[in-house]
């Protein structure tokens, strides 16, 4: 495996929020503009890199009994650091992602990615790992953030971009919000996979898929569970 | 029973390694957040109860001891004079503490007004304690004040009794102390 197909899985195929659908705790709630999306995504890729790279550096001594409270030190560190780094060079940012950048430590990515990849794999093909996830993760939150900004407040990272006349959708940015625009995506990333499928000729495969309701889970594939079911069997 | 032992050891090694490296990185980030915090939530503060200054107050700040804590004072100058002091206390709200940065008048003690640092009251209600509409009504009166439904002069936020509650006695509790440290700041910047 190359180290680039690591780092461009999480750019597209296995995109943590919109494929995966983990990590959906911050990208409901922080996203109400496109600026909280950037600097909550930059947050976790600074976390998930270096978790994913400590913890495939302490993979072999690490006992598979403690591997998980283990692992949520190492995040939790990290997030501490984070923490305390932008209280001291990114002060307005912290008053604004406020509770979450703590609840970075239970973000399923960053546990998801230690377990599932970072502990069966080598140091480089781990950071590739954790930054192209962590990159996918902040380019679906600041995509995310730019729609309800641009709908729900008129502005893009704070820049007027809608017409003198526009009257905001004040529901975009508040919570429902955030649910209505996640629901959408996700169809279209379903849409998506489906048409896809269907022009690769897996037409019946595709339409089982689709009937079974999780059409764009890369799922099995991007968290092992596949693995651990043919094992099984 | 190897296997318990290296699954304590490893563990607790991991967890002190953290807590070495965290504790460095706290102390060396430490002046840099108090500096933060000073200009993102105590500066605007003071700039709303005090538009007129002419100094800075955070660069000019000093600390004074009174029951046993330690609370920064700002002062303001208008026309090279000391004209006011600001300083915060917090007291319990509905969501948790309540912080508002008083400012007092020298000339005659009497409060130059409000502005909330740390909130985390209701929003929509509780927070309403740190619009104009509530502040508005501190500037000019003389400590203690008091809510109107016990017969003070200051009207509630409607619905949120306990939020301006919370907001009236920090203003009371920084009078207290504005009162206890009157000398000593008087002291301190006199011309």
């Not at chain 1, 649910?179 to 048409?195: P, Q, V």
């Not at chain 2, 563990?11 to 002046?31: D, R, V, W």
């Not at chain 2, 609370?71 to 509905?94: D, M, N, Q, T, W």
Request: hydrophobic residues 50%.
């Amino acid at each position: 495996m190359s180290v680039l197909k690591e780092f461009t899985k999480g750019l597209w195929k296995e995109l943590p929020p919109f494929r995966l659908v983990l990590g959906l705790c911050p990208t409901l709630a922080v996203t109400n503009s496109a600026e909280n999306g950037l600097g909550m995504g930059a947050a976790v890729v600074f976390v998930l890199t270096l978790s994913n790279m400590i913890i495939s550096m302490v993979r072999h001594i690490i006992p598979a009994k403690v591997r998980i409270a283990c692992f949520i030190v190492i995040a939790a560190s990290l997030v501490v650091a984070v923490e305390l780094l932008m209280q001291a060079y990114a002060y307005p940012l912290y008053q604004r992602l406020g509770i979450f950048v703590p609840l970075i430590v239970v973000n399923c990515i960053i546990l998801g990615r230690a377990e599932a990849f970072a502990a069966k794999n080598g140091v480089a093909a781990s950071a590739a790992d954790g930054l192209g996830m962590g990159l996918g993760f902040t380019m679906s939150l600041t995509f995310l953030g730019s729609i309800r900004e641009i709908l729900g407040n008129g502005t893009w990272f704070g820049m007027a971009v809608m017409p003198e006349g526009y009257e905001p959708l004040r529901i975009m940015v508040q919570a429902p919000g955030a649910f209505i625009c996640l629901g959408l995506i996700l169809a279209g990333m379903n849409m998506l996979a489906f048409r896809q499928a269907r022009r690769k000729g897996e037409q019946a495969e595709a339409l089982a898929r689709q009937q079974q309701g999780c059409g764009a889970c890369g799922g099995c594939a991007a968290c092992g569970a596949g693995a651990r079911d043919a094992q099984a069997q | 029973m190897r296997d318990m032992l290296r699954m304590i050891v490893v563990l607790s090694m991991l967890c002190g390694l953290s807590g070495f490296a965290l504790s460095y990185l706290k102390m060396i980030t430490a002046p840099r957040i108090e500096e933060q915090v000073l200009a993102n939530v105590q500066g605007p503060a003071i700039k709303r109860v005090f538009p007129y200054a002419e100094n800075d107050p955070i660069g000019e700040r000093r600390r004074f001891e009174a029951d046993g804590r330690s609370f920064i004072v700002f002062p303001v100058r208008s026309g090279g004079a000391l004209v006011g002091v600001a300083l915060e206390h917090g007291s319990k709200g509905y969501g948790g503490d309540v912080n508002i940065m008083v400012g007092f008048n020298i000339a005659d003690d009497t409060l130059a007004g409000i502005g909330a640092t740390t909130l985390k009251e209701t929003p929509g209600l509780g927070m309403r304690i740190a619009e104009p509409a509530f502040t508005g009504q501190f500037p000019g009166q003389k400590a203690p004040v008091g809510l109107s439904s016990g017969g003070g002069v200051i009207d509630g936020v409607s619905g949120a009794t306990i939020s301006s509650a919370g907001a009236v006695g920090a203003v009371n509790n920084a009078a207290a102390v504005y009162a206890r440290l009157k000398k000593d700041i008087l002291a301190a910047w006199a011309q």
